[in-house]
């Protein structure tokens, strides 16, 4: 999943906090060494000391990755052949002696030991850098035990097809823990099942070298040390968006087909969600509330929110939202913000609908504010259009009347919740029920706005009442007439307009065209009066 940021479009300058660029993760990096023209020097290994050795504190947070080098059926296959080799040579010879058994019985134990060491490389990732732990793998690593970050040019895939693989590798490891997989299952999977089809991360360097890693060989943990070590470490423009693709559906254990329209989709997606921050984003293993919850990837980030997919201690995902708000200085005005922070938060533990994210907990750490919410695998609305282009008009009005439920139920509490941010960007098609949920709340968004003068949302989906802070229920019928719009049409509305998706698409019945228009009236009293009244709209028409 990857959740929405309010502040997408409309933000003023007003905000005094220098701005962090935060990283367009993965944008231009496709490139490999030797092709289109480009250029990797090659540096002589003058300096190769300052590789071969880590500092005792650089081991503090590292992780272990363990990379199995080739599927078990060609190692087997590869000592039986030394052994046939090494015997009939002896039988050729013709001699045999007590000396001769000795070297027998030692080759015989000697060649699965070297072998079995061989394949197996063992990587300790540090804020460092990449060190190998034995001396027979620094081919891997181009004649050297270490690479530091700023050697990595680029991070890519190479050969892999899909996920589904890899997804079924790994759902078979944790499975056969709690139950006895039949003993034909355990024999092909011990072999290598699938090895070739789930491909190699490469991770290319400047000065030579490229390690290259079977993803069949790194176990699920193994996997997640590697993600959370790159997200923590590496610098995000190293990172193609296919690994990036792939770092989503491992940490967050979703099995999406990595086709060249979701690769597309995940890379106009990387445009949008990662902007200028006034403030500097927390990193992959970053850990919180004493070490309860650990970060293992930021989702999105800009102006003053980061979005972070955490685990707890028991594995359990979540959304973290976070918010910084700068208020520089004037502790009354922070004061109010965390405390009303807390009131909205207390507010949103109370809603209880199967089409909404729940929100577990509230807290604020080193002066940011979060939320911790539900996790829920998916793509929003958006990447849905993104991939496949805009929903059919009855699967639009399906949707349409799922999100008209949701408001329904939000209005319908004492005072009413008003969302001021709903957009394709904050609703996912959950897996696999396929139904529509709602992951994000404009929580605090009028405040934050008369408080910094930055208006939080996306200005296309914002009606004129809102502009001037005076959000109200019709607000989010507002918006999701033009969530109508963009679902029909791939677009998005026009700001400040009624919108009509006809005009874009002559397929669409003029009986929705009147209602998408009434609902997105720039005036209330021209408006649809209450979600109620669209929902039934809605129903009429299918």
């Known amino acids: 999943m990857v959740p929405s940021l309010s502040g997408n479009d409309a ?53 272990v990755i363990n990379c199995q080098l080739l599927p078990m059926s060609q190692t087997i296959s590869f000592i039986v052949f ?50 190998t732990t034995s001396v027979i793998h620094k081919d891997s690593l181009h004649g050297r035990t270490v690479r530091r970050w700023d050697d990595l040019h680029s991070v890519r895939l190479r050969s892999l097809g899909s996920t589904s693989a890899i997804f079924e590798r790994i ?125 293992l990837m930021l989702l999105a980030c800009g102006g003053m929110s980061s979005v972070y997919l955490a685990r707890d201690e028991n594995g359990k995902r979540f959304i973290l939202k976070e918010m910084s708000v700068p208020t520089d200085g004037d502790h009354s005005a922070h004061a109010k913000l965390n405390q009303m922070f807390d009131r909205e938060a207390r507010i949103l533990a109370q809603v209880d609908h199967p089409n909404i994210v729940k929100v577990y907990d509230h807290f604020i750490e080193l002066g940011r504010n979060y939320l911790l919410l539900e996790f829920v695998p998916g793509l929003t609305l958006k990447q849905q259009v993104q991939m496949r282009g805009p929903f059919a008009e009855g699967e639009a009005i399906n949707i349409g009347k799922q999100i008209a439920d949701i408001l329904v139920y939000l209005h319908a509490f004492k005072p009413a919740i ?21 992951i994000d709340f404009g929580a605090a968004n009028e405040f934050i706005s008369h408080l910094t003068g930055t208006l939080i949302g996306k200005q296309c989906y914002i009606p004129p009442e809102q502009f001037r802070g005076e959000a109200s229920p019709q607000s989010d019928i507002y918006a999701l007439g033009g969530t109508l719009h963009f679902l029909l049409t791939g677009c998005d509305p026009e700001p400040i307009t009624p919108s009509h998706p006809r ?39 299918g």
């Open 418 to 438: 008003i969302h001021r941010d709903l957009t394709p960007d904050n609703l996912i098609i959950r897996e696999p029920e396929r139904t529509i949920t709602l």
């Open 82 to 131: 030394l052994l046939i080799l090494s015997t009939t040579s002896w039988l050729i010879e013709g001699k045999w002696g007590p000396l001769t058994s000795l070297s027998a019985m030692f080759q015989f134990a000697l060649i699965p030991i070297l072998i079995g060491n061989a394949i197996r490389l063992n990587l300790i990732i540090s804020p460092t850098g990449i060190k």
């Open 503 to 541: 005009d874009v698409n002559p397929q669409i019945s003029s009986t929705l065209d009147d209602l998408i228009a009434r609902a997105t009236a720039p005036e209330t009293s021209d408006r649809l009066g209450s979600a109620e009244d669209f929902l039934n709209s809605l129903r009429r028409l």
């Open 171 to 295: 759902r078979f490891a944790k499975e056969s823990r709690l139950t006895p997989a039949p003993l034909s299952s355990r024999i092909t999977h011990f072999m290598g099942k699938n090895w070739f089809k789930q491909g190699f991360i490469l991770l290319d360097f400047t000065s030579g070298g490229v390690l290259a890693l079977p993803l069949a060989g790194l176990s699920y943990q193994s996997l997640e040390n590697l993600f959370v070590s790159l997200s923590r470490w590496a610098d995000p423009m190293t990172m193609n968006p296919d690994v990036i693709a792939l770092q989503r559906d491992i940490l967050t254990g979703q099995e999406l087909q990595l086709s060249k329209s979701y690769t597309k989709m995940w890379e106009e997606s990387l445009r949008q969600r990662f902007e200028v921050t006034n403030f500097v984003p927390l990193s992959g293993g970053h850990s919180l509330r004493n070490g309860k919850l650990k970060i």
């Open 11 to 63: 933000r003023s300058s007003k905000s005094h906090s220098k701005p962090v660029i935060s990283g367009l993760l993965a944008l231009g990096a496709g490139l490999r060494p030797g092709e289109s023209g480009q250029k990797i020097s090659m540096q002589p290994l003058t300096k190769v000391e300052q590789f071969e050795s880590l500092e005792p504190d650089d081991h503090h947070g590292s992780a």
